[in-house]
């Protein structure tokens, strides 16, 4: 008998779903992951060896970081596209794991932020 149903019989139930990270990685078609490149230390992020505990493995199809956006592929890693102002080089030098550089690496523009599609009024006018 169980105290906690006052004497009744306790149901037990398998739970079939996953929690948290575990169910993201595991239900997710496209996995990517926002980091910054580097640690505050200057010691790269992106090894060429996972260290455990690990939410789920391979599992990550892209990487976007503060210097630039790779993807993950069986041959390696694959520069995509850079950083303004950032080199393959640079890339390169900030990555434990080996890096494939496609020729024709995209170079991002910095986004204007003061070209707003639509006007913005203040003081807003409250409807009626």
């Known amino acids: 008998m169980d105290p906690r149903t006052d004497g009744r019989p306790?149901?037990?139930?398998?739970?079939?779903?996953?929690?948290?990270?575990?169910?993201?990685?595991h239900g997710a078609r496209w996995v990517i992951v926002l980091m910054e490149h580097t640690a505050k230390d200057g010691t790269p992020k992106i090894l060429k060896e996972?260290?455990?505990?690990?939410?789920?493995?391979?599992?990550?199809?892209?990487?976007?970081?503060?210097?630039?956006?790779?993807?993950?592929?069986p041959e390696g890693l694959t520069l995509?596209?850079?950083?303004?102002g950032v080199t393959a080089e640079d890339i390169a030098d900030r990555t434990d794991a080996p890096l494939i550089r496609r020729p024709r690496?995209?170079?991002?523009?910095?986004?204007?932020?003061?070209?707003?599609?639509?006007?913005?009024?203040?003081?807003?006018?409250p409807t009626p």
């Open 10 to 25: 306790r149901r037990h139930r398998t739970h079939r779903r996953l929690r948290g990270a575990m169910d993201l990685i």
């Open 50 to 73: 996972c260290t455990p505990p690990l939410t789920g493995e391979r599992c990550v199809h892209h990487i976007i970081t503060d210097l630039g956006v790779l993807d993950v592929t």
């Open 80 to 84: 995509v596209a850079r950083g303004p």
């Open 105 to 125: 690496a995209l170079a991002v523009r910095p986004a204007s932020i003061s070209a707003s599609p639509r006007p913005v009024r203040w003081p807003v006018q």
